[in-house]
């Protein structure tokens, strides 16, 4: 099929590879714009734009699809489908209607559940058993549209963000290939209207580990929000993030180290600390973290 791709951030480059290595045409890849980025802010390639450049794709990133001129130049490309995965930009009727099938997009989330923008960390924040994908057509709610096809996975135990996303963009990746192989006789399914959810965008302010809390919220806020924007505390007078955990059998003051192996007591329980990062470092493990940065049995942190 004749594909323009939409997409931006590395969650969208598997499904990229995967519509070229099955032999689909890409017209066009739209993504966002490349911004300044490191310590010389130059600016850079989002990864979609570096991995099309690298396959000999053209690129476009325009500010917006409102205007005619963009909407003129999406149609003229005579596309069969539109793929779109974490695109960033609105898409507006006109688009939606120009290709032959329309536009096409890969979810993180079982819909309707955790429509938005971060269904994969709010599915960890929630406690979520199980989350998947789904191959939705677009139309102008937010992620309204009928289903064409879904798939469910379990979230592991200890599974992060970060392990999640990557197992979702393979799996998306897969998922539409199929899609598109059987689009002639998919039959679009209406989301129901029980069980709607939003998974509003994650607020840098929910990121401070409150050990207050139950033990199994501090360790879905840890594993939620790993590695991105990452769950913070003071340790001493230094901000450090935890980006790995897995619930304890212990007890104590919330807040309070429990033994040398990174064990926090919580509100009515404990976390073991799997993974943190110093300001400034790189994230390690808690073996190579603690002997970088003494964490003895008895530190009252996050105050």
């Keep these: 099929m004749r594909i323009i791709f939409m997409g931006t951030p590395d969650f969208s480059v598997p499904v990229l590879d995967a519509l070229v290595e099955a032999g689909h045409e890409i017209a066009a890849v739209y993504c966002q714009p490349p911004r300044p980025a490191g310590r010389g802010k130059k600016d850079r390639p989002t990864p979609v734009q570096a991995r099309a450049d690298a396959l000999g794709l053209e690129v476009r990133h325009p500010k917006t699809l409102r205007n005619e001129d963009a909407?003129?130049?999406?149609?003229?490309?005579?596309?069969?489908?539109?793929?779109?995965?974490?695109?960033?930009?609105?898409?507006?009727?006109?688009?939606?209607?120009?290709?032959?099938?329309?536009?096409?997009?890969?979810?993180?989330?079982?819909?309707?559940?955790?429509?938005?923008?971060?269904?994969?960390?709010?599915?960890?924040m929630a406690g979520d058993a199980e989350t998947g994908i789904c191959i939705m057509q677009m139309e102008a709610g937010l992620d309204t549209g009928p289903v064409l096809l879904r798939e469910a996975t379990p979230i592991?135990?200890?599974?992060?963000?970060?392990?999640?996303?990557?197992?979702?963009?393979?799996?998306?990746?897969?998922?539409?290939?199929?899609?598109?192989?059987?689009?002639?006789?998919?039959?679009?399914?209406?989301?129901?209207?029980?069980?709607?959810?939003?998974?509003?965008?994650?607020?840098?302010?929910?990121?401070?580990?409150?050990?207050t809390r139950p033990t199994v919220e501090v360790d879905r806020l840890i594993r939620g929000l790993s590695p991105f924007p990452g769950a913070w505390t003071m340790i001493g007078e230094e901000r450090v993030k935890m980006l790995g955990s897995v619930v304890a059998d212990a007890q104590g003051t919330a807040g309070t180290v429990l033994d040398d192996r990174f064990t926090i007591a919580c509100g009515d329980g404990a976390v073991t600390i799997t993974r943190a990062q110093r300001a400034g470092k790189g994230a390690q493990d808690a073996e190579t973290f603690l002997r970088g940065m003494a964490v003895p049995k008895g530190t009252r942190i996050g105050e």
């Design 156 to 211: 592991g135990a200890t599974e992060t963000t970060g392990e999640l996303h990557d197992r979702l963009s393979e799996m998306g990746a897969r998922l539409i290939v199929t899609a598109l192989n059987r689009l002639p006789e998919l039959r679009p399914q209406a989301q129901p209207d029980d069980g709607v959810t939003y998974a509003e965008k994650i607020d840098k302010a929910e990121a401070k580990v409150d050990w």
């Design 71 to 124: 909407q003129r130049e999406f149609a003229a490309l005579n596309a069969d489908v539109a793929v779109v995965v974490a695109y960033g930009l609105i898409l507006p009727q006109a688009v939606l209607d120009a290709p032959k099938y329309g536009c096409l997009n890969i979810h993180a989330s079982l819909l309707p559940r955790w429509r938005g923008a971060a269904p994969i960390h709010r599915a960890i």
